[in-house]
């Protein structure tokens, strides 16, 4: 399987993670897209938007991430965007060798050294790929 995550569906992820799908990037039996939020419900309306297409919810960010090569994360503020990424079922637990982040939350450039450095430690990649805008 070769999934690929998404953590983060607000204003911005649930449109990013919307065009993974409408585009035929993510949501097919071979290459679902797996999601989660800190707010469940927003999984849940991903997925009955996108009845026809392959979404799997899961329980936290680390289980997105263990279950992708590639997860992108789309955090609204730097603090969430450290709860997401450090906490205990966060981001950076499920990062394991060859596994792919790619943080598009605006941030200090102190804040993407530190996340790279930490993804990097574990055998993992780090993209910074951050937008703005709502």
């Not at 409408?22 to 997925?47: F, H, I, M, Q, Y």
């Not at 329980?59 to 205990?88: D, H, K, L, N």
């Given at each position: 399987m070769s999934a690929i995550g998404f953590v983060?569906?607000?204003?911005?992820?649930?449109?990013m993670a919307g065009r993974l799908l409408s585009e035929g990037v993510a949501g097919s039996d071979e290459k679902p897209l797996v999601v989660w939020n800190r707010t469940g419900s927003k999984c849940t309306a991903l997925k009955e938007k996108?009845?026809?297409?392959?979404?799997?919810?899961?329980?936290s960010a680390r289980e997105v991430v263990e279950a992708c090569?590639?997860?992108?994360?789309m955090m609204s503020t730097p603090e969430v965007s450290r709860i997401v990424f450090e906490?205990?079922?966060?981001?950076?637990?499920?990062?394991?060798e060859g596994k792919s982040i790619v943080d598009c939350a605006t941030l200090a450039e102190s804040d993407m050294k530190r996340m790279s450095e930490a993804v990097n430690a574990k055998g993992g990649r780090f993209l910074e790929a951050p937008v703005s805008g709502s």
């Amino acid at each position: 399987m070769s999934a690929i995550g998404f953590v983060g569906l607000g204003i911005m992820g649930e449109g990013m993670a919307g065009r993974l799908l409408s585009e035929g990037v993510a949501g097919s039996d071979e290459k679902p897209l797996v999601v989660w939020n800190r707010t469940g419900s927003k999984c849940t309306a991903l997925k009955e938007k996108f009845a026809d297409k392959n979404i799997v919810i899961k329980e936290s960010a680390r289980e997105v991430v263990e279950a992708c090569g590639i997860t992108y994360s789309m955090m609204s503020t730097p603090e969430v965007s450290r709860i997401v990424f450090e906490g205990q079922q966060g981001v950076l637990a499920g990062v394991a060798e060859g596994k792919s982040i790619v943080d598009c939350a605006t941030l200090a450039e102190s804040d993407m050294k530190r996340m790279s450095e930490a993804v990097n430690a574990k055998g993992g990649r780090f993209l910074e790929a951050p937008v703005s805008g709502s």
